[in-house]
Each structure stands twice: as structure tokens, then as C-alpha cells.
């Protein structure tokens, strides 16, 4: 029997404001029942007001809006409330213009891949962004897309997640936040195995 996941937060925006639990620090956020909506020019970060310490996994449907750049229906987590992606791991889907899915580590890539990619505006997908003790991993529509292992992990207190943007207008809906389940440790501790000592996956022919 497959272990249920501990839901710890849950937000389906079904209001008209932002709320206590979200605070933007750049670019424009704003909420109508059901959807948040993430728009600007350049960087566009909402952090949630609730930390979660320790390994977690934020999951979320997004899409970008008809007729906007297809860029960056990404995520962070363990970052600190001020810093927002810049201080924190960045997991990025469709990042820099729709060319790569990404790990950053406070600002620096740490691991990238060119596929998949953020298929057309409209079209719904769903992300899993996944802290496991050292190792971060990116889900896109059920698939692992990225992965990295940290062998130095941002400290204890570094607690907040939030959502990202970059030059578009970007649509989240059901956000959830889960701890992280047996299952994903496991799989966390066979990755740390199968890595170099530089952090890096060992290599493959895919």
C-alpha cells in the first residue's frame, strides 16, 4: 500500500486577494478565484509566509497565459523570507527563455537539462519541486525532469518556499506542500550513491 503524503499546506486561491500567507517581493501578483497570477517585465517572486523546515515538496499546476513569452513556471525552497530565489534552491521549468529545466543553488546553476520544456501557452503542467535531505529534484507532468545533489545543504534556517516568474504572465493553481515520503528518502539515498564527489551525477548514456 502506497504511504499517504502529510499535506502541511494547501491553497487553491479561492478569493480575491492575495491573503496573509503570500508576500510578493517583485514584479506583479495578484489573486481571482482559483488562480494566482505572477506578471512583469523582469523577475516576478511571491514567497509564502509560512516556513516549512527541514526536507519538503511543493507541488503545483501552472501555465503561462495566451499570448505571453513561454518562460519560468518555476518554484523555490529553503530560501530566507527576504532573499526569495536568490538565496534558496531554484527549480526552474522552462527557465531562460524556455531553453533549459534547471537547479540553482543561491543564484549559481547547478545542474541543467534542455528537455522538457513548456510545451505552449495554455497548456497546464504540473511541477513536484522536492528537497530530500541533500538531494533537490525537479518533477514535470509526473517525470523526473532534473536532480542534484548538494554536497554542502543550506542550513536549518533557510525555511521559505515561493513561486517564480521572469518576463511573462504566469497562472498557478493548487498549490500544495507536503513532507516528503519514505518512498522519496529511499530514492534521495540511492541518488546520493550513484554520484561523484563533486556532487555531480556519475555519468550516463542518456
Known amino acids: 500500500m502506497a504511504e499517504e503524503k502529510q499535506v502541511l499546506f494547501r491553497d487553491d486561491f479561492d478569493r480575491r486577494e492575495l491573503g496573509p500567507h503570500w508576500r510578493v517581493l517583485e514584479g506583479s501578483a495578484w489573486v481571482e478565484p482559483g488562480r494566482l497570477h505572477l506578471e512583469g517585465p523582469s523577475n516576478v517572486t511571491v514567497v509564502c509566509t509560512k516556513p516549512f523546515p527541514g526536507d519538503v515538496r511543493l507541488e503545483y499546476e501552472g ?5 505571453s513569452q513561454l518562460c519560468d513556471i518555476s518554484c523555490f525552497l529553503s530560501a530566507t523570507p527576504a532573499g526569495g530565489w536568490r538565496e534558496s534552491y531554484f527549480l526552474g521549468f522552462g527557465s531562460y527563455y524556455n531553453t533549459d ?5 543561491c543564484g549559481r546553476v547547478m545542474a541543467a537539462v534542455d528537455k522538457p520544456l513548456i510545451e505552449r501557452a495554455g497548456r497546464v503542467h504540473h511541477i513536484a519541486a522536492e528537497r530530500a535531505g541533500p538531494t533537490l529534484s525537479l518533477f514535470v507532468d509526473g517525470e523526473l ?3 542534484w545533489d548538494d554536497p554542502d545543504p543550506l542550513g536549518p534556517d533557510q525555511q521559505y518556499l515561493g513561486l517564480y516568474a ?6 498557478y493553481t493548487g498549490v500544495k506542500v507536503f513532507k516528503p515520503s519514505r518512498e522519496c528518502q529511499v530514492q534521495s539515498l540511492k541518488f546520493q550513491a550513484t554520484t561523484d564527489k563533486g556532487g555531480e551525477p556519475a555519468a550516463t548514456d542518456s
Open 145 to 147: 525532469a532534473v536532480r
Open 63 to 67: 501555465y503561462v497565459a495566451p499570448g
Open 166 to 171: 521572469c518576463g511573462t504572465h504566469v497562472v
Open 101 to 105: 529545466c534547471r537547479i540553482k543553488r
